[in-house]
C-alpha cells in the first residue's frame, strides 16, 4: 500500500501544492484520531481547496486502487474518520453558505459548522433540523454524511428528510448538482447503467413484502444503522434515491459537496422546566402525553446520570433527588406566550394526575439564563463521567433505539448490563420523545481481558437492543467501526445483502472509506483500538472530541489542542528514532506555534486549558530565566528601551509585508485632577503603554474624557515598573509572572483604598490576569458599558463597525459586555463568525507571523463595504487585525467618546 500511496502523492503534486500534501510522521500521527475510540495512522494527508482538486484526487486513487476516507471536524464517535491509508480534509474553502428563499431553504458547503448555519437563519427566525449536541464544533459534511440529529430533531428532522437538494462527487470523480437540471441530465445518460440497477433494486425491494415491512419499521425509530434503506422505499427516481442514500453513508458511496436544507421556524416562546420522577417507569408513562402536547424536546437523566452532576443540581435544590430517581428536562416552544402557558399549563395538570407525581426542580421557566443553567446540566453528563475517568481509560458513548413503550424496560436492562459487566460508573441519558438513549461508561484497551470485557458487552447489548427490544443499535452516530460487525445482527441477510449491492455499484474498487459500515471481519470493532497513556494531569483527562478546534487559531497552520495532545500520547509508543522525531518537530507544531490563550477550554467538555499545560512544557525548557528575571525587575527600563526599538524599527517595518507594521510609541498620558465623588482606580497596560493608536490620544486621556462626563474620577495607577505578569507567563516564567502580579495587586489595594473604588484594566488580558478578592477588577468594556453608557448621550453610528471580541473577553464574561459595548456604537456591527482567537498572543504577531496570519486569513473578506474601522478591547490585538483586515482597529472607548456627549443637567 505504501508504494500505491507515494504513487499517489507524486501525480497529486501536479495539482496540490506541497503545503497540503501532508507526509511527515508527527503531523500524520496527530491526524490518527476522530473522537471515537479508534486510532489509526494515516499514510498521507491531503487538504483540498476545491472541488476539481477532489475529482482529480478521486481519479488518480481510483486508478491506484489507494483508499481514501473524509473528515470534515472529526467529531464521529464510531471510528467513521480514521485511516491507514490516505486521509481527506477541507480547507477553509469550502465554507459557503447560501440563504434562499427568504431563509425557506438553506445551501451549505460540508465546511460549514453546524452552529454558522444556524446564525446566518437566526435573522429569518429560522434553523437547520439537525441539532446535533457537538453543532458548535461539527461541520455539516459530518452531519450530512452521519444523518446526525440531536434533542430537538427527533425523526422527520434529520438531514435525510429535510434534504431538498445535494451537490456530491462519485469514486470515479463525477459530479452531480440535483439543483441543476443539466448535470442531472448529464449524469443520467454517463451512469445511465448505474440508475436502471438502482431503479430495479428499489423495485425488488418494494415487491418483497417482508424487507419492506423490516425496512419500513427500522425507520419509525432513530436508525443510522446501515444505510438508508427507507429510500428505496420512499423515492422512485433513481438520482433521488442515490441522494438520500449518500446521507448517513459516512463517506463509503461518495462525497457530498453541497446540500440544501428546508429549515425549521424557530419558537417565538420557548419554555424549559426539569422535573424528577420516582423510577424510569413513572417517567416514561408521562412521554406519551408530551408527545401529544407537542414538546419540541425531552431529556431523560438516570440515577446515576443525577448523581454524576449533583453539584450544578445544587443550584436549584437543597435535597438530592432519591435513589433510583429518572429526570426529564423538558423544552417546548410556541409561537405567542399565550399558546405557551397555555401549553405548560396542560403538561404540569398531567403531572399531578399521574400516579407519582414528579418533584419540579425547576418548573417551566421562560428566563433564558436559567434555561441555559438546565441544559448546562444535560449537556455536562458526558463530560462528567469524562472528568472522572482512572488515567489511560477512555469514554465510549453508544446510543440506541427502542419503541417507546420498552423505553422504561430498556433503560432498567441496561443497567442490569452495566452491573453484570463491571461498568459501575456508567450512565444513561438521551431524547426520551424518540425512544433514543445514550450509555457512557470507561474503557481500558491496554490488557486483553479488558478488551474481551468490551466484547461481551456488545454482544449482550446487541442481543438485548435488537432481539429483545426490537430496537436500532445506532439512533444517531452512525455506524462505523463498531457496529459494523453488527449491520447483519439488525438487518438479517436480505437487508445485508442489498447494502453490500448498493456498495458494490457505487465503489467497485471499494476505495471510500472501507471498513466503515460494511465489514465482513466480525472482530473489526475490536480493532485499531485507541489508548490513552498519561502524559500530563493537565490534559490527561482529554477525550480527543475535538470540541476545541473551532475556537484554535493554530489549527489551520500547524495542531490544534486535540492533536497536540494525540501526538505526544503517541509518541511513547513509538520507536526511539521515531520518538527523537516528534520531540523535534514538537517545539514548533506543539510549543512554539500554540497561541496558548487557553481559549480551547472554553469549548472543553472536562474544561482542559491546553493552553495552560503549552505554558508549562515552556517554563521546563525557558532558556533565560535570568533575562527574565532582569526584565521583570527593570521594567521601567525595559519599556524605554522598546520604545526606542519602535522609533527606529518602524520605518523598516513598512517595507514588508509578512509581518503587522510596528506601531508607533505611545507618548506618556497626562491626566488632569478631578473633584468626582465617584472614582476608578485606572491601570493601563503594558501594550497600550507601548503602542500608540495612530491618530489619536492616548488611551488614557481618551478614558478620563468619557468618565468625565459620567461624572467619576479616573486615579491613574503611573507605575512604570508594573505589570499583571502576563507576559512572562505566557513565555513560561511562571515565577516572574507570579511576582510581578503579587506586587501590582498590592499596589492596586492600597490605590483602590482596599476595595473602595473598582479598578479598570484597559487591556482585556491584563483584566482576566489580575483578578482579585475583596478588589473589583474590571476591563475596560465592561467598566464603560456599566457605569459610563447609562451617564451620557449617545448617537450610534449608522456605518459598519467591526468587532473582534478577545480571548480574554470571552474567558471573562462570554464576550457580553465588549458586544453590548458595541451595538450601543453602531447599528450595524459585525463579528467574523470563524474567527475567535486573533493569533497575535501577546507579540507572537511579530515573532511567529505565520500563526497571526493564519487565524485572520478570512477577515479581509467579512469585512463589508463601506466600512472603515474595526474595535476590540486589546491593543495588541488591534495591532495584527489592523494589518490583516486592512482598515484601523482601536479600542472601542476611542468609538464610544467620539460618540458620546454630557447628558444635559434636569432643570
Known amino acids: 500500500m505504501k508504494q500505491q500511496v507515494e504513487q499517489l502523492r507524486q501525480q497529486l503534486a501536479a ?95 460540508p465546511g460549514v459548522i453546524g452552529a454558522e448555519a444556524n446564525r446566518r437563519l437566526l435573522p429569518y427566525g429560522r434553523k437547520i433540523g439537525p441539532d446535533p449536541a457537538s453543532i458548535n464544533s461539527c461541520k455539516i459534511g459530518g452531519i450530512a454524511a452521519n444523518n446526525a440529529s440531536g434533542m430537538c430533531c427527533g425523526i422527520n428532522n434529520n438531514s435525510y428528510h429535510t434534504l431538498q437538494e445535494m451537490a456530491f462527487v462519485l469514486a470515479d470523480g463525477t459530479y452531480v448538482d440535483t439543483a441543476d437540471a443539466a448535470s442531472v441530465a448529464a449524469f443520467r445518460e454517463s451512469h445511465q447503467q448505474l440508475l436502471e440497477a438502482i431503479d430495479r433494486l428499489a423495485r425488488e425491494v418494494r415487491a418483497d413484502p417482508e424487507l419492506s415491512d423490516n425496512i419500513a419499521r427500522q425507520y419509525q425509530l432513530k436508525n443510522t444503522m446501515g444505510y438508508g434503506l427507507n429510500a428505496l422505499l420512499d423515492y422512485h427516481d433513481p438520482v433521488a434515491i442515490l441522494a438520500h442514500l449518500l446521507i448517513g453513508s459516512e463517506g463509503t458511496l461518495g462525497f457530498i459537496a453541497s446540500i440544501t436544507y428546508r429549515t425549521l421556524p424557530l419558537p417565538k416562546a420557548k419554555a424549559t422546566g426539569l422535573y424528577v420522577f420516582a423510577d424510569s417507569a413513572s417517567a416514561c408513562a408521562v412521554i406519551p402525553t408530551l408527545k401529544t402536547i407537542g414538546v419540541d424536546a425531552v431529556e431523560l437523566m438516570d440515577d446515576r446520570s443525577l448523581r454524576s452532576v449533583s453539584s450544578l443540581l445544587a443550584n436549584y435544590s437543597d435535597t438530592p433527588p432519591p435513589h433510583g430517581a429518572v429526570a426529564l428536562l423538558i423544552e417546548l416552544g410556541r409561537d405567542d406566550a399565550g399558546a405557551l402557558q397555555q401549553a405548560t399549563s396542560a403538561i404540569e395538570a398531567a403531572f399531578q394526575t399521574s400516579a407519582t407525581p414528579p418533584q419540579a426542580l425547576c418548573a417551566f421557566t421562560e428566563d433564558a439564563a436559567t434555561s441555559e443553567g438546565l441544559w448546562k446540566i444535560r449537556k455536562g453528563l458526558f463530560p462528567a463521567v469524562g472528568a472522572v475517568r482512572a488515567s489511560g481509560t477512555t469514554v465510549i458513548i453508544e446510543d ?146 475535538g470540541f476545541c478546534e473551532s475556537s484554535c487559531p493554530s489549527i489551520h497552520y500547524t495542531l490544534s489542542p486535540r492533536q497536540r495532545i494525540a501526538l505526544k500520547r503517541r509518541q511513547q509508543g513509538l520507536e526511539t528514532s521515531e520518538q527523537a522525531q516528534v520531540a523535534t518537530d514538537f517545539q514548533h507544531l506543539g510549543i512554539d506555534s500554540c497561541a496558548a490563550t487557553g481559549l480551547c477550554a472554553t469549548a472543553c467538555p472536562v474544561g482542559i486549558d491546553t493552553g495552560q499545560w503549552v505554558r508549562q512544557l515552556r517554563a521546563e525548557q525557558s532558556a533565560h530565566p535570568r533575562l527574565a528575571r532582569w526584565l521583570a525587575q527593570h521594567q521601567a527600563g525595559a519599556m524605554q528601551i522598546a520604545r526606542f526599538a519602535l522609533t527606529l524599527g518602524r520605518p ?206 478570512t477577515l479581509a473578506q467579512q469585512v463589508p463595504q463601506g466600512c472603515q474601522l474595526g474595535v476590540s478591547n486589546s491593543r495588541s490585538c488591534e495591532v495584527g487585525l489592523q494589518h490583516y483586515s486592512g482598515i484601523p482597529y482601536q479600542h472601542i472607548a476611542y468609538v464610544l467618546d467620539a460618540i458620546s456627549t454630557e447628558r444635559p443637567k434636569e432643570a
Open 15 to 109: 495539482f496540490v501544492p506541497a503545503s497540503r500534501l501532508i507526509s511527515d510522521l508527527s503531523r500524520r500521527i496527530a491526524l490518527s484520531t476522530d473522537a471515537s475510540f479508534y486510532q489509526q495512522v494515516p499514510e498521507l494527508v491531503v487538504q483540498i481547496a476545491h472541488l476539481e482538486e477532489l475529482q482529480q484526487l478521486l481519479r488518480c486513487a481510483l486508478a491506484l486502487k489507494v483508499a481514501v476516507t473524509f473528515r470534515a471536524a472529526g467529531t464521529s464517535l464510531s471510528g467513521q474518520a480514521v485511516t491507514d491509508s490516505v486521509l481527506v480534509l477541507l480547507t477553509r474553502d469550502w465554507q459557503g453558505v447560501e440563504i434562499l428563499d427568504n431563509g425557506q431553504r438553506i445551501r451549505l458547503q
Open 400 to 545: 440506541v433505539a427502542v419503541p417507546l413503550p420498552q423505553l422504561p424496560a430498556a433503560v432498567d436492562a441496561l443497567q442490569e448490563l452495566f452491573v453484570a459487566h463491571g461498568y459501575d460508573e456508567a450512565i444513561i441519558f438521551g431524547h426520551a420523545l424518540d425512544g433514543n438513549v445514550h450509555f457512557v461508561f470507561t474503557q481500558s484497551f491496554t490488557e486483553a481481558t479488558e478488551v474481551q470485557r468490551y466484547a461481551a458487552f456488545m454482544e449482550a447489548v446487541q442481543v438485548l437492543v435488537v432481539e429483545r427490544f426490537a430496537g436500532t443499535l445506532k439512533a444517531e452516530h452512525g455506524t462505523g467501526r463498531n457496529m459494523a460487525p453488527y449491520v447483519y445482527a439488525q438487518w438479517g441477510g436480505e437487508g445485508l445483502a442489498v447494502m453490500q449491492q448498493l456498495k458494490l455499484w457505487l465503489d467497485p474498487q471499494g476505495i471510500l472509506n472501507p471498513g466503515v459500515i460494511l465489514n465482513e471481519d466480525p472482530q473489526a470493532h475490536l480493532r485499531h483500538l485507541k489508548h490513552l497513556p498519561a502524559i500530563d494531569p493537565a490534559v490527561d483527562a482529554c477525550i480527543e472530541c
Open 652 to 857: 523598516l517595518s513598512r517595507l514588508q509585508q509578512r509581518r503587522p507594521v510596528l506601531p508607533a510609541p505611545a507618548r506618556k498620558p497626562q491626566l488632569t485632577v478631578s473633584d468626582a465623588a465617584r472614582k476608578v482606580v485606572y491601570f493601563s497596560g503594558c501594550p497600550n503603554r507601548l503602542f500608540a493608536t495612530e491618530g489619536q490620544a492616548p488611551l488614557p486621556e481618551v478614558v478620563q474624557q468619557l468618565a468625565a462626563k459620567a461624572g467619576i474620577e479616573v486615579v491613574l495607577c503611573d507605575a512604570p515598573e508594573q505589570c499583571c505578569g502576563q507576559p512572562w507567563a505566557s513565555k513560561g516564567y511562571p515565577a516572574q509572572a507570579e511576582q510581578k502580579q503579587r506586587t501590582l495587586q498590592q499596589q492596586l489595594r492600597e490605590l483602590s483604598d482596599n476595595g473602595r473604588w473598582p479598578v479598570v484594566m484597559d487591556a482585556s488580558p491584563c483584566a482576566l490576569q489580575s483578578q482579585m478578592d475583596a478588589v473589583e477588577v474590571v476591563d475596560l468594556s465592561t467598566f464603560l458599558l456599566e457605569h459610563v453608557v447609562p451617564k451620557v448621550q449617545l448617537t450610534p453610528l449608522t456605518q459598519p463597525l467591526m468587532l473582534h471580541v478577545t480571548c480574554s473577553s470571552r474567558h471573562l464574561d462570554g464576550g457580553k459586555a465588549l458586544r453590548a459595548l458595541a451595538a450601543c456604537c453602531s447599528t450595524q456591527v459585525v463579528e467574523p463568525a470563524d474567527i475567535q482567537c486573533c493569533g497575535f498572543a501577546g507579540d507572537k504577531g511579530f515573532t511567529c507571523p505565520d500563526l497571526n496570519a493564519t487565524a485572520l486569513a
